[in-house]
């Protein structure tokens, strides 16, 4: 859970199917000395959809006495990390893994608001084409905000299966001051 006692917490995407991704994720930070909590949603169990805002309420409960935090986010997972700072959550540092704009879209969810509220350093791994949202597509959604460092991963899907890649991105931001 930890980095030179900064607590990680891993948040998924709104899709059940998602704890799998997070725990090969896990794994593979836990290959690079990187410790992570992964935070569990409440419809994994019983298969409903995501309560984003309930979520954004027990993230920000669970962190709310810790001193140091760095959110790793994959899709949805974003809107509650970005959505529990913007509610006064502490966090240090935010990994955005595949920004969710079509997602963000159809739930009504103002993309370049809540971009502009990010409040802390925050890296964003978005694929080449990534259905929810391209690499340019992110990039172009970001880049008057000058908190959030873009980077593409070449890849055609909103998988973001070459974990390697994903966390060498991870790995040189955690560590850079």
């Known amino acids: 859970m930890t980095v030179s006692g900064t607590n990680i917490f891993l948040l998924a995407g709104a899709n059940p199917r998602n704890r799998e991704w997070l725990h090969q994720l896990s794994e593979h930070l836990k290959s690079h000395e990187i410790e992570s909590e992964i935070f569990p949603y409440l419809h994994w169990d019983n298969q409903s959809e995501i309560d984003i805002k309930n979520e954004i309420y027990r993230f920000k409960e669970r962190i709310k006495s810790l001193k140091s935090t760095i959110v790793i986010a994959k899709s949805a997972g974003s809107i509650i990390g970005i959505s529990a700072v ?42 080449s084409k990534d259905p929810m949202g391209s690499y340019h597509e992110v990039n172009k959604l970001c880049s008057s905000q000058s908190l959030i460092e873009v980077v593409k991963v070449v890849a055609a899907d909103h998988a973001y299966a070459d974990l390697a890649s994903v966390v060498r991105h991870i790995e040189t931001f955690i560590h850079d001051s």
């Open 86 to 127: 913007l509610n006064g959550a502490v966090v240090d540092k935010m990994v955005i893994i595949g920004l969710p704009v079509t997602y963000m879209a159809e739930k009504c969810i103002d993309a370049n608001q809540l971009i502009n509220s990010v409040s802390v350093p925050t890296l964003c791994i978005q694929a």
